[in-house]
């Protein structure tokens, strides 16, 4: 379904979107502005998952296990020793 609204643009936001149209790569300056629309919405759409994964990430690491500071150090000379160790130094 095609719904017509009129929105208001600079003139520079219009001299683009004339240009886009006359260099052909849309078909009229209707499709510039769906194309901008769907841009922004694709753009919302991957910030909110972004988001959303992030939350989760907190959330599971305030419900999960805590080290204390000298495990977590514990761990990270172990992890370094293997790389080293994998790589021959």
């Known amino acids: 379904m ?3 609204t009129s929105v208001s643009i600079s003139n520079q936001q219009e001299s ?3 240009k886009l149209v006359e260099d052909g790569r849309y078909a009229s300056l209707s499709a510039v502005v769906q194309r901008g629309l769907e841009l922004v919405r694709e753009e919302t759409e991957l910030k909110d998952a972004e988001l959303a994964a992030l939350k989760k990430l907190l ?3 305030m419900n999960g296990e805590f080290l204390t500071m ?3 150090d514990r761990q990270i ?3 370094i020793a293997r790389k080293k160790a994998e790589l021959g130094l």
């Open 2 to 4: 095609v719904v017509k």
């Open 16 to 18: 683009f979107a004339r």
């Open 59 to 61: 959330l599971d690491r």
């Open 70 to 72: 000298e495990e977590s």
């Open 77 to 79: 000379d172990a992890m």
